[in-house]
C-alpha cells in the first residue's frame, strides 16, 4: 500500500501547504461537495430524541439509490402505490446522481449502462418503458434510440504521449505482447459463452444467475493478478488493462480483487444491439442520472430526502422506523420494510437484527472514491494520436481519466465543455482513504487533478473556470479475494424474513446498476409474496 505521505504527493502537496505552485494560474473556484457526512455521523456518535410526529405507511423503503428506486418501481408496477421512500441525501439516485451547469448536464457517478444482456430482463424492461429500447425488449437484439448510444469515439488511451483509439495499447508493441493481447481477448470472448456444469453461464448479470459450479467459484480464494500469472499472462499491458477494470468496477488493486470478480468483470457482458456494436454503451451527458429520473418519476412526491433512520423495530403487526427529518423525528409505522441503504448501517439501527446477518453485514469493506466536475470555458488543446473520445484515460496516472460530458452532444456543439474526472483510492486503505476524504481541502485535490490533466492538455488551467469535488467514503462494497462465496455475502442475499426484506448491490458483493435494480425488484417481489389482508 501507498504510504500516507506518498498519496498526499500526488494530490497537490503544495496546495496542502497553503501555496500554489510557483508561476501558476490561480485555482478555479468551486465546492467540496460529497455525501451527507454531517448526518451520517450523527448517526455514529449518538442517539436522537424521541419522535414528535408519527406517519403510516403500507412499505417503507429505505434508500432511494438505484436499489430502493427499483423496488418502488416494481411496487408500482404491480398496483401497489402505499409505499414511502426514505433517503439521507438531498435528492435520489445515490451513485448515480447528476448536476447542470449552464452548458451541459454532467455526471457525479455512475456515467454508462452496457447493453443489457438477454438475462438482464428487468433493466430491459425498465429501457423499454423509459422508450430507449424500441420493440420487444425479449429480442436477443433490440433497437436502441440513437441518443443514448454513446457517440463515437467511445474510448482512448494516452500513453507515452499519445492518444492510442480503444481501451487496450497497442502502439510500439513487440509480436509477442501482441499475441498475448489477442490471447486474452479470445479467452475473455470464450468465458463469456461458456457453462458449468450446471448448464448456467459461468459468469452472468445479474451475478446471481451464474453457475454455481463448484470449480469455478473457487476463483474467489485468489485474487485476479495470480489468476493472469497462473495463466501465463505476463505482458505489461494485459496486467495494465486488468488493474484498471478492477479500480474502475470495483475501487479495488488487481492483486486485492477477487479473481472471480475481475473475470466477471470481462465475461458477463453478452448484450446485442440491432443499431449498435457489442461493446456500445448507453450514457447520456449527466451519466445513469436519467435512469434515476426515470424510476423517481414513478415513485413521485413518495420520495423524501433529507432522512435519517436511526433506528429499526419489528412489531407484532409491522415495523416501526424513527427519522430525523429536519428538527423532527418522525416514526413511521409500516406493514413491512424495504432496507435499500448500504447494509453496514443496518446494524446500527436494528438492535433485534439476527447476529449471524449482522457479521454478514459488518464483514465488507468499501471503496473510498473522488469524483471531480472541471467546468471548462472551450475545449483544451490536444496531444498527438486518436481524436477526442467521450471516455479519455490515462495509462499511467493516479486517476482513472475523465469523460466528456458534451461529448453526447453530437448535433449542437456548445460553448464549453464539461470533463467529469475519476479517482478510486485503491492505492491506500479504505480507512486511511476515507481519512483523507474528511482531511484534505478542496485545493489540494484541485491541484493534484489540475496537474495531472495538464500533462496531457497543457492548458487546461486557462480554461477552468470552475472545479467541484465529490467524495464518498463508502461508494461499493469491494469484492476482495474471499468476499463473495465464502458463506457471507450469500447469507444477506438469501435473508428471508415475513416483515423485513434487504435490498442493495452490496448483496451482489460489488456495484453495478443491473445488481442493484435486481436486489431492489427481489426485494419488492419478497413484500408482494408476504403481503397481509389490507396491504
Request: with cysteine; charged share 20%.
Amino acid at each position: 500500500m501507498t504510504s500516507r505521505r506518498e498519496f498526499l504527493a500526488t494530490v497537490g502537496a503544495a496546495a496542502l501547504a497553503g501555496c500554489a505552485p510557483a508561476g501558476k494560474i490561480p485555482l478555479p473556484p468551486g465546492e467540496l461537495l460529497g455525501m451527507n457526512v454531517a448526518l451520517g455521523h450523527r448517526l455514529r456518535d449518538g442517539r436522537l430524541p424521541p419522535h414528535d410526529l408519527t406517519r403510516r405507511t403500507g412499505v417503507l423503503i429505505v434508500g432511494a439509490g438505484i436499489s430502493g428506486l427499483s423496488a418502488a418501481w416494481w411496487l408500482a408496477r404491480h398496483g401497489h402505490h402505499d409505499f414511502t421512500v426514505l433517503d439521507m441525501e438531498s435528492e435520489p439516485g445515490g451513485n448515480s446522481r447528476g448536476g447542470q451547469s449552464p452548458t451541459v448536464a454532467y455526471p457525479w457517478g455512475a456515467h454508462y449502462l452496457p447493453l443489457p444482456g438477454p438475462e438482464a430482463v428487468h433493466v430491459r424492461e425498465l429501457l423499454a418503458e423509459l422508450g430507449i429500447l424500441q420493440g420487444d425488449p425479449g429480442t436477443r437484439r433490440p433497437t436502441y434510440d440513437e441518443r443514448y448510444l454513446c457517440g463515437t469515439p467511445q474510448e482512448r488511451v494516452y500513453r507515452h504521449g499519445l492518444w492510442e483509439e480503444g481501451l487496450l495499447p497497442h502502439r510500439g508493441l513487440d509480436a509477442a505482447e501482441r499475441d498475448e493481447q489477442k490471447r486474452f481477448h479470445d479467452q475473455m470472448e470464450a468465458l463469456k459463452r461458456a457453462t458449468g456444469r450446471d448448464g448456467r453461464r459461468l459468469f452472468a448479470i445479474p451475478m446471481a444467475l451464474s453457475s454455481r459450479d463448484a470449480e469455478w467459484r473457487a476463483l474467489d480464494k485468489m485474487n485476479f493478478r495470480q489468476w493472469l500469472l497462473d495463466n501465463g499472462y505476463t505482458a505489461p499491458t494485459v496486467h495494465w488493462l486488468a488493474n484498471y477494470a478492477c479500480r474502475d468496477d470495483y475501487g479495488t488493486d488487481y492483486a486485492q480483487t477477487s479473481a472471480w470478480a475481475g473475470l466477471h468483470y470481462f465475461a458477463c457482458r453478452n448484450g446485442e444491439a440491432a443499431n449498435a456494436s457489442d461493446d456500445t454503451v448507453l450514457t447520456a451527458p449527466e451519466g445513469n442520472a436519467w435512469l434515476v429520473r426515470g424510476l423517481a418519476a414513478v415513485a413521485g412526491e413518495r420520495v423524501q430526502t433529507g432522512a435519517l433512520v436511526a433506528r429499526v423495530e419489528e412489531g407484532k403487526s409491522g415495523v416501526t422506523v424513527d427519522a430525523l427529518i429536519g428538527e423532527h423525528v418522525v416514526r413511521y409505522a409500516a406493514r413491512q420494510l424495504i432496507w435499500a441503504a448500504p447494509v453496514f448501517v443496518l446494524p446500527r439501527v436494528w438492535a433485534a437484527m439476527p447476529a449471524e446477518l449482522k457479521a454478514a453485514a459488518l464483514a465488507g469493506d468499501y471503496a473510498p472514491w473522488l469524483t471531480a466536475n472541471l467546468h471548462l470555458s472551450a475545449m483544451p488543446e490536444e496531444r498527438h494520436g486518436a481524436a477526442p473520445a467521450w471516455d479519455n484515460v490515462f495509462y499511467d496516472s493516479p486517476g482513472l481519466g475523465y469523460v466528456t460530458a458534451t461529448h453526447q452532444l453530437i448535433r449542437r456543439q456548445p460553448g464549453g465543455a464539461v470533463f467529469t474526472y475519476y479517482r478510486a483510492l485503491h492505492d491506500v486503505t479504505p480507512a486511511e482513504g476515507r481519512r483523507l476524504l474528511l482531511d484534505t481541502p478542496r485545493t489540494a485535490w484541485a491541484e493534484g487533478i489540475l496537474a495531472e490533466l495538464e500533462r496531457v492538455h497543457p492548458d487546461i488551467r486557462q480554461l477552468a473556470m470552475r472545479l467541484d469535488v465529490f467524495r464518498n467514503g463508502h461508494a461499493m462494497r469491494r469484492p476482495v479475494v474471499g468476499a463473495l462465496f465464502d458463506g457471507r455475502r450469500e447469507s444477506l442475499a438469501n435473508f428471508q424474513h415475513p416483515r423485513i426484506a434487504v435490498a442493495h448491490a452490496d448483496l451482489s458483493g460489488f456495484s453495478l446498476f443491473e445488481e442493484a435494480q435486481y436486489r431492489g425488484i427481489l426485494a419488492a417481489r419478497q413484500v408482494l409474496s408476504t403481503k397481509r389482508p389490507g396491504f
